[in-house]
Structure formats: structure tokens, C-alpha cells
């Protein structure tokens, strides 16, 4: 599946966005739908997760009750609420997904294969 991320932009700190990531083919059930972010000079991180069926998600602890992860099943598409953004959220934000990853692997990079080609977000201070 293709994944396309976008919404991404500049915003000061304390405000809000919302990134959308789509698909070229609809996404099966057992699809887990990720969000990973890159900030300059660091590695790619895990941010939140969500399972297309049943909609269980997990959360980075660095984003926990600031960021939610949702999904429209009508519009196959993957949200992430982004609020109370900080200067350290700047990034730039991929969604990837996979079928039938191990809720165990559900935070690392390498559980999944298909990878949109990111979206920049930028909090002013």
C-alpha cells in the first residue's frame, strides 16, 4: 500500500494540527497504521499507532495526552491530533503500516513496510 502523509506546517507553541495519511488501496483489518517522526540530527521515533480494525493505539510516552491518533473508516484515512505543541515536536512526521505486526514490535521502525514520504512540522518558540 502507498501512504501519503500530509498537513504538516509551521505553528507556535501551544497550538495545534492535524496530519492526515492516506492510502492508495484500502486498508485491510489486520493493518496497524503508525506515525514515526525524524527531528533533525536524531533518529526516526515512534509516535502512536492504531489497528484499522478494532482501533487500539498506543502512544509515545512523549506525546501522551497531547497527540490522538484516529481513523475514518468512509475516508481510509489516518489522523493525528497534534496539541499543546512544543518546540520539540518539530519534525518531520511519516506514517507507515503493516499487517499483522506483534502488538510486542508495534513501536519499532522495522515492523513496518510500506512508508509515506512525510510531512514537515515546524513549532515556533
Known amino acids: 500500500v502507498q501512504l501519503q502523509a500530509y498537513g504538516g506546517g509551521l505553528v507556535q507553541t501551544g497550538g495545534s494540527l492535524r496530519l492526515s495519511c492516506a492510502a492508495s488501496?484500502?486498508?485491510?483489518?489486520?493493518?496497524?497504521i503508525g506515525w514515526f517522526r525524524q527531528a533533525p540530527g536524531k533518529e526516526r521515533e515512534f509516535v502512536a499507532a492504531?489497528?484499522?480494525?478494532?482501533?487500539?493505539?498506543r502512544y509515545a510516552d512523549s506525546v501522551k495526552d497531547r497527540f490522538t491518533i484516529s481513523r475514518d473508516v468512509a475516508e481510509n484515512t489516518v489522523y493525528l491530533q497534534m496539541n499543546s505543541l512544543k518546540p520539540e515536536d518539530t519534525a518531520i512526521y511519516y506514517c507507515?503500516?503493516?499487517?499483522?505486526?506483534?502488538?510486542?514490535?508495534?513501536?519499532?521502525?522495522?515492523?513496518?513496510?510500506?512508508w509515506g514520504q512525510g510531512t514537515l512540522v515546524t513549532v515556533s518558540s
Open positions: 488501496e484500502r486498508f485491510f483489518s489486520s493493518h496497524i
Open positions: 492504531i489497528l484499522w480494525s478494532g482501533g487500539i493505539t
Open positions: 507507515a503500516a503493516n499487517t499483522k505486526i506483534p502488538m510486542a514490535t508495534i513501536t519499532a521502525r522495522s515492523a513496518y513496510d510500506s
